[in-house]
């Protein structure tokens, strides 16, 4: 006859095999007689999250949120951040449109071989051009993986607001050659996967918007809270 601490833990043990419970992630809270499971309910897909936007934007504050929020549920994730990537990538290449390209086919090469591996691919280059990020996409999804375009749209006059270095306002006066945006184009999405309002969102606001839309796609896994009282 086993005894009420035995008793207990095989509850415990059983709540742990129901089918229901078995994420990959979850956290088990007793409160009293009452278990509280909180998690998520299965793994992610591996996908590639694209974003683009001009300087400034909100990119890179966004993609640092979700490695960490990725990171935290367990997923496999990398980051293509555009300066770290120029660096090593694509040390070499300067800002002419060709070489511009080139730099965004590498990154879109990585991501296609981490996403269609079962990684989450972030990348977070301002990527000007819309025919290099169709490539991407096309590129990407050839191989079964989902492409999401994320744009942080936002104005100049909001940019230049926000810039403590000044670049922008270098730019506009003719200090700075080759500024996407100012002196070079830049060619916003006209039908991204997910529109950021950089200027009327806050990063948090942002932040559940991305989250939210891969949940729904069911590329994530979703939050889930279960609880069930012991007898």
């Not at 974003?51 to 980051?79: A, M, N, P, Q």
Request: with cysteine; glycine share 8%; proline share 3%.
């Amino acid at each position: 006859m086993p005894t009420a601490k035995e008793n207990h833990h095989l509850k415990l043990q059983n709540l742990e095999d129901h089918p229901q419970m078995r994420y990959p992630f979850y956290n088990l809270y007793l409160l009293g007689r009452k278990i509280i499971v909180e998690g998520f309910k299965k793994m992610h897909k591996g996908f590639t999250l694209w974003f683009t936007g001009l300087s400034g934007s909100g990119k890179s504050t966004l993609t640092e949120l979700l490695d960490e929020e990725f990171e935290k549920r367990g997923y496999k994730v990398e980051v293509l951040d555009g300066d770290i990537v120029r660096t090593n990538l694509s040390k070499g290449l300067g800002f002419s449109k060709e070489d511009r390209d080139i730099n965004i086919r590498r990154i879109g090469f990585v991501c296609d071989l981490l996403s269609r591996n079962g990684v989450i691919a972030i990348s977070a280059a301002i990527s000007p051009y819309q025919s290099v990020r169709d490539e991407n996409r096309k590129l990407v999804e050839s191989h079964g993986a989902r492409f999401i375009e994320v744009y942080t749209k936002c104005s100049l006059d909001e940019l230049v607001r926000r810039d403590v270095k000044g670049l922008y306002k270098k730019a506009i006066a003719g200090e700075i050659k080759n500024f996407t945006g100012v002196s070079d184009p830049y060619e916003g999405p006209e039908n991204p996967e997910i529109l950021l309002d950089s200027e009327a969102q806050s990063v948090e606001e942002s932040l559940a918007q991305i989250l939210d839309y891969l949940e729904k796609e069911e590329l994530i896994g979703s939050p889930v809270a279960a609880e069930k009282v012991l007898s």
